[in-house]
């Protein structure tokens, strides 16, 4: 297994550091150039900005890193805890240096899985996103299918069983758990709701059982070519009805209270 990660590691990013932010810049580079990827980028951008509702207040993206979600959302503070190209402002999602109650949104995609801290997050959410707010996340998933690739192909720590929310950090990508998410809006639902009450669980869409990994992700080569995404779409809609066993990602959107 370790033979096959290694042939399919991208080349861009192949022996480099993965907290270091070189490493983000070349994941920019390939998402630009990866036209399957780019597109399932694409998709999620646009249903996470679906989900924010309209109106005045600024929208905080955690975690912008290579992404492009501020070519979607008009005027979105994009952030990253390093300098990153075409960021606004470096800060750390645990401590978030912005007033009370001004944020009509945050959204990240595959950010909530690296905080070691995840209750001082939702805490600073909560203060910072005001009553009809929106928080929207795009995180793995757990189910039969993504726990095996996960933990056999995927460079992450993704650890379903894990006691508690928190983890030890090893650096601001290294440290991780993927089964965040689901241990914290699934498993851990009614604990979730006991200890952020100001929080309302309005959606959670698990999908996407297969486009993402044979799109390689930011790490690994493409299995497919950008042409056949349409045809890839339309097999995972043929298996919603089977996504709690298929489903890699979810997207969550919880409302402010």
């Excluded at 399932?40 to 679906?50: C, L, P």
């Excluded at 992404?67 to 190209?85: A, E, H, K, R, Y």
């Excluded at 009509?104 to 595959?110: E, T, V």
């Excluded at 993704?158 to 950090?169: G, L, N, V």
Aim: proline fraction near 8%.
């Amino acid at each position: 297994m370790n033979g096959l990660k290694t042939w399919l590691a991208h080349p861009l990013t192949r022996g480099l550091d993965i907290d270091d932010p070189q490493t983000t810049e070349r994941r920019r580079q390939i998402i630009q150039e990866k036209s399957f990827l780019r597109q399932i980028y694409q998709e999620w951008y646009v249903a996470m900005a679906a989900a924010i509702p309209s109106g005045d207040g600024p929208v905080l993206e955690l975690g912008s890193g290579a992404g492009f979600l501020n070519t979607v959302i008009p005027d979105l503070i994009s952030s990253d805890v390093f300098f990153c190209s075409d960021i606004n402002v470096i800060l750390d999602g645990q401590r978030l240096p912005i007033a009370t109650g001004v944020l009509r949104a945050i959204a990240m995609l595959d950010v909530l899985h690296h905080l070691p801290a995840p209750r001082a997050f939702l805490t600073e959410a909560t203060r910072c996103v005001r009553p009809g707010g929106v928080m929207v996340l795009l995180e793995p998933w757990v189910t039969p299918w993504s726990r095996w690739v996960y933990t056999k192909l995927h460079h992450e720590p993704f650890r379903p069983q894990a006691a508690t929310w928190e983890f030890p950090s090893s650096g601001p990508l290294s440290g991780a758990n993927g089964a965040l998410a689901w241990i914290i809006f699934e498993r851990d639902r009614s604990q979730f709701e006991r200890e952020f009450p100001e929080w309302r669980i309005q959606t959670v869409k698990p999908g996407m059982p297969f486009r993402y990994a044979l799109s390689g992700g930011v790490s690994l080569r493409s299995l497919m070519p950008g042409v056949t995404f349409r045809a890839w779409r339309k097999i995972e809609h043929q298996l919603r009805p089977w996504m709690k066993t298929w489903a890699m990602f979810a997207e969550i959107t919880l409302v402010r209270r």
